[in-house]
């Protein structure tokens, strides 16, 4: 007879401690390398016209509509 209930101080023997800290630094290789979208919604959230737009239309639409026409000379 065994007991189903794993001891808690077993509970997590099952996991690699080399497992988890590979999975700490790809997080914090992510958190580095952030998404084109993620950075055009970072940028329209600290500009407040466009973070008020966003709230109706959306962030895609938002960023398109005040920083989307930006052109060089």
Avoid: M, V
Wanted: glycine fraction near 4%; charged fraction near 35%.
């Amino acid at each position: 007879f065994s007991d189903p209930f794993i001891n808690r101080r077993r509970a997590n023997d099952f996991i690699q401690a080399d497992t988890r800290l590979g999975a700490i630094a790809h997080e914090r290789i992510r958190e580095r390398n952030k998404a084109p979208q993620e950075r055009q919604r970072e940028l329209c959230e600290d500009y407040y016209p466009c973070e008020l737009y966003a709230f109706r239309h959306g962030y895609a639409a938002a960023y398109k509509h005040y920083f989307g026409r930006r052109r060089t000379k």
